[in-house]
T-cell receptor, first 110, second 114 residues
């Protein structure tokens, strides 16, 4: 079954501390992985995708095919990182749907 | 810049009413989606459409229908609203290319059914 699991509903981290938002997936094939973010009172938007191998707002995510994980990391948390984060995957087919995890709310403590 | 707009930010309806949620995108995207977003449940796909007049059921289509008469517009219809349909509704669009594209989301419609 195709599934995205985010084990933490809420993660509280002190400002300046490292952040790791966990994401594990189950997919038969080679998926594309994404992280989406929703800041307070803003629309859901793409943060980064694994194929781009980019760092956005200091966040990175590495696809670990052996562990079927795509954890989101940032070395030093900032207060503006407080938001809802969704891990998502889709297949490589033209009409493949995107599957979202249930989300993790990141709360940065001052 | 892709723009996805939704007709209302907040909507309050009564049980049994017929409700229309409209979504418009201005980037000629082929694919459009309707999700509902609930705390602890994440985003759940209701319906999606790959082309005009085409529609596919998502994971939770019961109680909903959709209409796509024009490429830029995708409507979600609640034939007879019920209190368990109180939720945040998100519309999204994407254009399939050689690689899976990102989804562009609208601002959401918070629907309350009394």
């Amino acid at each position: 079954a195709q599934r995205v699991t985010q084990p933490e509903k809420l993660l509280s981290v002190f400002k300046g501390a490292p952040v790791e938002l966990k994401c594990n997936y189950s997919y038969s094939g080679s998926p594309e992985l994404f992280w989406y973010v929703q800041y307070s009172r803003q629309r859901l938007q793409l943060l980064l995708r694994h194929i781009s191998r980019e760092s956005i707002k200091g966040f990175t995510a590495d696809l670990n095919k052996g562990e079927t994980s795509f954890h989101l990391k940032k070395p030093f948390a900032q207060e503006e990182d407080s938001a809802m984060y969704y891990c998502a995957l889709t297949g490589r087919g033209r009409d493949d749907k995107i599957i979202f995890g249930k989300g993790t709310r990141l709360h940065i403590l001052p | 810049d892709v723009k996805v707009t939704q007709s209302s930010r907040y909507l309050v309806k009564r049980t049994g009413e017929k409700v229309f949620l409209e979504c418009v995108q201005d980037m000629d995207h082929e694919n459009m989606f309707w999700y509902r977003q609930d705390p602890g449940l994440g985003l759940r796909l209701i319906y999606f459409s790959y082309d005009v007049k085409m529609k596919e059921k998502g994971d939770i289509p019961e109680g909903y229908s959709v209409s796509r008469e024009k490429k830029e517009r995708f409507s979600l219809i609640l034939e007879s609203a019920s209190t368990n349909q109180t939720s945040m509704y998100l519309c999204a669009s994407t254009n399939p290319g050689t690689l899976p594209d990102t989804q562009y989301f609208g601002p959401g419609t918070r629907l309350t059914v009394l």
